[in-house]
């Protein structure tokens, strides 16, 4: 536990601030009362005696005229003789003449600048900083800087466990805030703000007492069978206390304790438990205590992406039926995080677009079961998705989804910014101009911060920010999956979205660490629209679903709207999920999907022979003749066929094509395709063969 120097009641604790231009304070207007030290002096007050020594430019590496030691800040640091150092070096030494050669001198010169302020105060306390972020609109990022920063800060970790120092993370709380570093590199006040609150904890241990993540709330689910990890923050050496105990005394209670960090935080591990509930979770702390009821252990859903997962119950076509069943759902919870302004066609007022900077465009109003819930604002496909998981399996099992999608967002929104910044950095380098990003998504954005002053403005549309937002408050839950319905506006560029979807897996695999079972995703394939680029891109989600794993895709396009990117009709929607999600995740004997191609020849006559699975019972879904179904020569043009069902396979021939060579089906944006099995799933939009 962290506690303070015993000195004498008359004198100041002395506080040395020990850096480069971000202790001093370098771009930062009255630097003299908004740097950093500045403000961690206002937080301490008056019984501390704070100075910035803080240099630009300076390094530790004795090989730069620059090296710390050789400032007039460093002679007059020694001289204070400070009770307390916190030393934020590094972020210069990443400059390509100094790392790349003289790395390995790093933690021998910082041990002996830790040595040096030791020999000045013998009883002086020693913090060490993991480096402030460089963004990724720096000169030299991708040329060196990335890479050299990550170094630099593993040896920083070194340096503090080696010297037996204290180690103080400034890096985590700026990292998901670009907006606050007009040059990539030196934080304004507001982000000096943040550097003062973050020194200011682990100087004090001060972490503002019991603090739980939003996912806690009454009415919450809790993954079943699986370790059970109660997390929160706390003042540094809280001892917390953890309860699961059944409301109704049926089981004996489960407790834990854990003590939380210098860093303020604490994880608490119950054993894995079998569905059931009602329990009373109950955890405390010498700060305060949580009390939440009926909660239960059951399976937790993440239901994510665009508006047509925002699309509300009573916006379906079965909404009247869908509002009358909802409050019988017993089984069913659901907690929502719900945006503070829609992303429609207009300007956003100063008070959005500072709530926006701030990533506080998400509200979170806990876990409610169906009769408190307002029924009408819950996701559609969600519901109908939970609902069928409920109806489908043991009574005792409750269902729980958390909520998040939001109106036109583009995958790589949802995309964590170290993912982006090392696989896809491209996508990040001014995004509202970049061709990497939809048209419509910039365009859009443009118009909602149009009134901003800050040219650093986010936007919910912009690469990283709905995680930033709206996923990593959720880190670290136990999910037994996801449902995605997304694409939209990535369905311009089949051949981006397929680098694109890959990373949103691998980034909230990370996010949502299972052990070594990778993390469930179910999507649904878009519908039927008129936009060209439309089958193309169905197709590129059908090969990600067969070609990722743990990967599962609900077809839609008979469900779609010619002129509507909103289809009303859901249910089916979420209950075709929910029949992929029965089968692999539950292990149901359930027809989850469609007819599947898995196999095709050419004879040398003119028949494209196409072998499904899933095709019990195969046949048109009006009974008409099959539609849709194209084949094409070495030429490449496609031609319509006619097609007749046999057993498992679908025989194709056209008169127009003598030796086919490819085939594909349901290629156009909005198609009246009519492949079902048995189970009147449909068959997904496709092409195979050569070309």
Known sequence: MLCIVSINAKEKIRVACVGNSVTYGYGIEDREHCSYPAQL????????????????????????PMEYIKQPEYRQAIDFK??????????????????PNYSEEFIPEYRALIDSFRVANPKARIWVCLLTPIGHQHHRFQSGTRDWHLQVTEAIRKVALGAGVGLIDLFTPLYNRPDLFPDALHPNAEGAGILARTVYQNLTGDYGGLQMPVTYSHNMVLQRDMALTINGTANAGEKVEVTLQSEKGKTKAIKGQAVAS?????????????AGGPYRLTVKAPSRAYIYNN??????????GQSNMEFTL????????????APAQQRLHVMTMYPIAATDDVEWPQAVLDSVNALKYMTAGGWQTMQQADVSRLSAVAYHFGKTLCDSLEDEVHVGLICNPVGGTPTEAWIDRWTLQWDYPQILYDWLHNDHIQGWVRGRAARNIAQATDKLQRHPYEPCYMYESAVRP???????????????????????????????????????ALGTEPLSFYFVQLSSLNRPSWPRFRNSQRLLAEGLPQTW???????????????????????????????????????S????????????????????????????????????????????????????????????????????????????????????????LPASTFEVGHR
Not at 654 to 676: D, I, K, M
Request: aromatic share 10%.
């Open 474 to 512: 959720l880190e670290g839950t136990a999910l037994k999956g996801v449902i995605w319905y997304q694409g939209e506006s990535n369905a311009h560029n089949s051949e981006l979205y397929m680098r694109l979807f890959p990373l949103l897996e691998k980034s909230w695999r990370r996010a949502f």
């Open 82 to 99: 400070a009770d307390w150092v916190v030393i934020h070096l590094g972020l210069n030494d990443t400059d390509p003449r100094w790392w």
């Open 593 to 680: 999907q469609g007819p599947v191609p898995v196999a095709w020849r050419t004879d040398e006559g003119p028949e494209f022979v196409i072998s499904f699975a899933d095709a019990d019972g195969m046949h048109s879904s009006d009974g008409e003749p099959l539609r849709t179904f194209e084949v094409a020569g070495e030429d490449g043009i496609y031609h319509l066929a006619t097609a007749v069902i046999d057993g498992d396979k679908v025989k194709l021939k056209s008169r127009e094509v003598l030796h086919p060579v490819s085939a594909r089906y349901g290629w156009q944006p909005f198609t009246r395709a009519n492949l079902v099995n048995a189970a009147g």
């Open 553 to 591: 895709m609900a077809v839609s396009t008979d469900l779609g709207d010619s002129l509507n990117v909103h289809p009303v009709y859901k249910k089916e929607v979420g209950r075709r999920l929910a029949l992929q999600s029965l089968h692999h995740s539950y292990g149901h004997d359930v027809v």
């Open 262 to 274: 210098n860093w303020g935080k604490w994880s608490i591990e119950l054993p894995a438990m079998k």
């Open 314 to 325: 009573g916006q379906c076509a079965t909404a009247a039926q869908d509002l009358r069943d």
């Open 41 to 64: 002096q206002q937080m301490l007050g008056n019984d501390y005696d704070v100075r910035n020594f803080g240099r630009s430019s300076a390094t530790l590496t004795s090989r730069s």
């Open 295 to 304: 909660v239960w252990v059951g399976d937790v859903w993440l239901c994510s």
